[in-house]
Structure formats: structure tokens, C-alpha cells
């Protein structure tokens, strides 16, 4: 027998929606908790740390040619492209696999001279929060938590544009 198939009603998407963003270049933000919480499993089986960062870059649009430019250094400074994100409007998140806190620190502070140098416009604003799983068995939930404290604390310092949470 042959069967009919309803093929001319499937319409496709009106947008095409896939890992990453067609206009940062980076992961979606959708898929931020579930890939978080794989890589904090992986890392509590194989005894290695990792660390989350947050870039905030308030005032700066994700259609910019800047932000495409932040955008693809950060993509070089981290391990792997699945492992940076789109976060909220004005952020972006970044895993970084086998770093402690105190080495993360020194990254970000190598992150925040290039994006500051990057920005050229000395109303623009750069903050990095950063929190770590630190061997502990920690959710996702609990260390976006922490590193989106770490960025609200950095925003609040005059002095101190990159904040880290040590548990």
C-alpha cells in the first residue's frame, strides 16, 4: 500500500534556530543550564574545577561591530566555542575547565584589559563576576547564582571591575 503524506502542510520555521546565535556567534542562552550542569559532572567525576564567568557590557548593542569583536576574541580565550554564551542582554557567560579561582582572576584580568582596550569609548562600562565549583558539588542553578552576585558586586566597586566568589 502506498501511504500519503501530509507533506505540503509542514511549513518550516519562519527563523532558523540552532546552538548558536546568528547574531553573536555564541551559544544560545537556552542552552546554558543544561550544558552547565554537564560540564560541573563532568568535572566533579574527573576531580578537576571549573569556573564560571559573567561579562557584563551594559550600553553596548549585540548588533555592534564591537560586540562582534569582543565576541570573537572570547571565543578564542575559551577552550572551546560551545562553552561561551549569550547571556541576558547585556552579558556573556563563559566555562572555563580546569582553572581554579585564583587563576581565573588573573584571566579575567587578561579578559578586561583587552575588552577595555577593545571599547575604546571611556563611557562604555566592562564587569566580570566569577565563581567557582571549588570541589564541591554544586548545581548549575547555585553557581550562576553565585557569579551573577559576583557581576552585581563588581558593578557596585568603584575600584574593582572584576569580583570572584570563593566559597
Request: charged fraction near 30%; aromatic fraction near 6%; proline fraction near 1%.
Given at each position: 500500500k502506498t501511504i500519503e503524506l501530509p507533506v505540503d502542510n509542514i511549513q518550516p520555521t519562519s527563523q532558523p534556530y540552532g546552538l548558536y546565535s546568528q547574531t553573536?556567534?555564541?551559544?544560545?542562552?537556552?542552552?546554558?543550564?543544561?550544558?552547565?550542569?554537564?560540564?560541573?559532572?563532568?568535572?566533579?567525576?574527573?576531580?578537576?574545577?571549573?569556573?564560571?564567568f559573567i561579562i557584563k557590557l551594559p550600553e553596548i548593542d549585540r548588533n555592534s561591530e564591537v560586540m562582534k569583536n569582543i565576541c570573537n576574541y572570547l571565543v578564542n580565550e575559551f577552550q572551546f566555542k560551545d562553552?561561551?554564551?549569550?547571556?541576558?542582554?547585556?552579558?556573556?557567560?563563559?566555562?572555563?575547565?580546569?582553572?581554579?579561582?585564583?587563576?581565573?582572576?588573573?584571566?579575567?584580568?587578561?579578559l578586561y584589559c583587552e575588552i577595555i582596550s577593545m571599547l575604546k569609548n571611556e563611557n562604555r562600562k566592562c564587569y566580570?563576576?566569577?565563581?567557582?565549583?571549588?570541589?564541591?558539588?554544586?548545581?548549575?542553578?547555585?553557581?550562576?547564582?553565585e557569579t551573577?552576585?559576583?557581576?552585581?558586586?563588581?558593578?557596585?566597586?568603584?575600584?574593582?571591575?572584576?569580583?570572584?566568589?570563593?566559597?
Open positions: 553573536t556567534g555564541l551559544v544560545c542562552q537556552e542552552y546554558l543550564i543544561q550544558r552547565l550542569n554537564d560540564e560541573i559532572n563532568r568535572a566533579t567525576a574527573s576531580e578537576i574545577d571549573l569556573s564560571l562553552l561561551i554564551f549569550e547571556y541576558n542582554n547585556d552579558s556573556i557567560l563563559g566555562i572555563k575547565l580546569s582553572m581554579e579561582i585564583d587563576e581565573a582572576l588573573i584571566f579575567a584580568d587578561k566580570i563576576g566569577i565563581s567557582s565549583r571549588t570541589v564541591r558539588m554544586i548545581s548549575a542553578e547555585r553557581l550562576l547564582k551573577d552576585e559576583a557581576v552585581k558586586h563588581a558593578m557596585e566597586d568603584q575600584d574593582s571591575p572584576i569580583v570572584a566568589f570563593r566559597a
